[in-house]
């Protein structure tokens, strides 16, 4: 595996490449990234993975500081998994003045996660094109357990008319069901025991809609109240449209749940389609 931080220096060694696959990670790799990686070899012959952590996609009261870098475990996996490239530039390097140009985004990005956390998805977006720019992909691939961010990304590349092919890659999860995330390492013993709950709450909401209940709103209030009670603090869990990613109407076919919420000082995000 190569490893480059200088942009020109990558770019003449993707020269070459017919078909390029590209992974963007803010870096502590886990299963469900190296899922994804291994999604990506088999779609193209030459896969690039980036490691950033994206300062603008973080509140200033967020876990920039402390959001967990662990380069050189990341390294080792993603060098016995055989990926030929790895981009792992410094922030100078891809910010080297202030990032005055900025994308202007659709009403999508205010809600959900852009509600909870505003300007989150102009961070995402900014550094996905700059990424997209560099590495000119053939296809990139992002995993649902971001369901808006994927939603996001596809939209701005079919807008902008951006020739990346955008695959989704399958939510990884634990055997009681929590999603795998960067962010589950702050949990201690008995919050790790309780964090599969919010999963828990979005699969009985599922199935009571799959039974023929139609009155999303008491649902989602239903699943609300239920991890409230348990001690969870909730940002938001809704039922939405997962094509326009609008809230659902009683006559929607494809849906998604999708939740935020917290434990003590950890926030955690899932979602299931319908």
Same mark, same amino acid.
């Given at each position: 595996m190569k490893i480059y931080r200088d942009i020109n220096e990558l770019r003449s060694n993707l020269k070459s490449s017919s078909t390029i696959a590209f992974v963007p990670t803010m870096g502590n790799l886990h299963a469900g990234h190296l899922a994804l990686v291994k999604q990506a070899q088999q779609q193209a012959d030459h896969v690039v993975v980036s490691i950033f952590v994206n300062r603008l996609q973080f509140l200033p009261h967020e876990d920039f500081d402390r959001y967990p870098r662990t380069f050189e475990e990341d390294c080792s996996v993603l060098s016995g998994l055989n990926v030929n490239t790895l981009f792992a530039p410094d922030e100078k390097i891809l910010f080297p003045t202030q990032q005055d140009f900025l994308l202007a985004l659709p009403p999508v990005a205010d809600t959900l996660e852009g509600e909870f956390r505003p300007g989150f998805f102009r961070g995402v977006a900014t550094i996905v094109l700059k990424l997209f720019n560099i590495i000119q992909p053939d296809i990139a691939i992002f995993g649902k357990k971001d369901y808006q961010q994927l939603h996001i990304v596809r939209e701005m590349v079919?807008?902008?008319?951006?020739?990346?092919?955008?695959? $989704?890659?399958?939510?990884?999860?634990?055997?009681?069901?929590? $999603?795998?995330?960067?962010?589950?390492?702050?949990?201690?013993?008995?919050?790790?025991?309780?964090?599969?709950?919010?999963?828990?709450?979005?699969?009985?909401?599922?199935?009571?809609?799959?039974?023929?209940?139609?009155?999303?709103?008491?649902?989602?209030?239903?699943?609300?109240?239920?991890?409230?009670?348990?001690?969870?603090?909730?940002?938001?869990?809704?039922?939405?449209?997962?094509?326009?990613?609008?809230?659902?109407?009683?006559d929607d076919q494809d849906l998604i749940l999708?939740? $935020? $919420?917290?434990?003590?000082?950890?926030?955690?995000?899932?979602n299931l389609e319908i």
């Open positions: 079919k807008q902008l008319n951006i020739p990346v092919e955008v695959l $989704a890659g399958e939510t990884v999860r634990t055997a009681d069901g929590l $999603a795998l995330s960067s962010r589950n390492r702050y949990l201690n013993t008995s919050q790790r025991t309780e964090a599969c709950y919010l999963y828990q709450a979005l699969l009985h909401t599922k199935q009571k809609i799959i039974s023929g209940q139609k009155n999303f709103s008491e649902l989602q209030q239903q699943a609300t109240t239920w991890l409230e009670n348990r001690g969870w603090k909730v940002d938001y869990l809704r039922i939405h449209n997962r094509l326009s990613f609008m809230p659902a109407q009683t999708l939740g $935020a $919420a917290w434990l003590d000082k950890t926030r955690l995000i899932d």
